[in-house]
């Protein structure tokens, strides 16, 4: 899994904000959130109250978890797949609606269809449209490039499955950009 | 447009988003909501070396072994209550196959989201998201009385 770059030694505020300096915690939230809203908005199919949501309760619980942050990884990193597994829960709780109205069915079976140029606008708005857990798995992998072992653990799913997923998930989003053109 | 390019369009779209507004204020109200609850409710009556202390230290604790006893006492008078984690609701499973799969994850969604609840009890998302994953648990049961 790539984690969050961001180039920054943010090493000095990651310690004082785990003695509880609230403003060595404000720097970090300044110097991360882009990224990890990115994430999550994504994630979240560019629901902006919803990942709002999601990016701010990362943040509180990144607050109450530093104490026991071991600067194993990088900060950044350990804030991201924070986020990721907050988003990740988010859509657990939504995908397993068995009466949803956007559900796995809708993905095409099989059949190619070209690849297509697209605006990123008209990227990211169709990557929205995509089923939950379709979107999970294209986002994970295309964009942030997570392995498929890793998407499988956070998702609960065989590496099969994810990687069937992504397939599929690819088909339907070039059908959708096609449909669009 | 050949697949190495369309990973390269996907891989850029990899950039940082700001949020629509600052979530600083909300995040730092949070924190403060949930610091007032950490905070012990209970003023400290005494200071350390008052004459007081050790005598006020002894009779508190004294009520509290009293509470703990009379606590013991009547749990073991009572038949024990269904706990809410072994509650038919918990262990509910439909008869159809084809439901049994969504009950089973709803329930796994439910108890993450519990003990996520416990790490961040002030966190309206979670809360939020439980409503939600119960309110879909009921759905699943109408749906599975329907069915008969």
Wanted: net charge neutral.
């Amino acid at each position: 899994m790539s984690p969050a770059p961001t180039g920054a030694n943010d090493t000095d505020d990651v310690r004082a904000a785990a003695n509880g300096d609230r403003a060595a915690f404000q720097r970090l939230y300044r110097l991360h959130v882009g990224r990890i809203h990115g994430a999550v908005f994504r994630l979240a199919g560019n629901d902006h109250a919803r990942a709002e949501d999601l990016t701010q309760d990362a943040f509180i619980r990144a607050w109450q978890k530093l104490p026991g942050f071991r600067h194993e990884s990088a900060f950044g990193t350990w804030l991201y797949r924070l986020a990721v597994n907050l988003a990740l829960m988010d859509i657990r709780a939504r995908g397993a609606d068995p009466v949803s109205t956007r559900n796995e069915e809708e993905l095409p079976e099989s059949g190619e269809t070209p690849f297509c140029a697209a605006e990123r606008d008209e990227l990211e708005r169709c990557i929205g449209l995509l089923p939950p857990r379709a979107r999970a798995v294209v986002v994970l992998h295309d964009i942030e490039g997570w392995r498929h072992e890793e998407i499988a653990g956070e998702l609960g799913m065989a590496v099969g499955t994810s990687k069937a997923q992504l397939h599929r998930a690819r088909l339907l989003l070039r059908k959708l950009l096609g449909d669009r053109s | 447009m050949n697949e190495f390019e369309w990973r390269r369009q996907l891989r850029d779209l990899r950039q940082p988003l700001a949020p629509t507004r600052d979530l600083w204020d909300s995040i730092v109200a949070s924190l403060d909501a949930a610091q007032r609850t950490d905070d012990p409710a209970i003023p400290t009556l005494v200071q350390p070396g008052n004459p007081w202390h050790r005598l006020m230290t002894a009779g508190l604790a004294a009520s509290l072994l009293l509470a703990a006893g009379a606590l013991v006492w009547h749990q073991v008078r009572t038949p024990a209550a269904p706990t809410f984690a072994s509650s038919t609701q918990a262990r509910w499973k439909p008869a159809d196959p084809r439901l049994a799969g969504a009950a089973i994850e709803l329930d796994a969604a439910r108890m993450e989201l519990q003990l996520a609840i416990q790490q961040a009890p002030h966190s309206a998302a979670l809360q939020r998201l439980l409503d939600r994953t119960e309110l879909q648990q009921k759905q699943l049961r109408q749906l599975a009385n329907r069915a008969g």
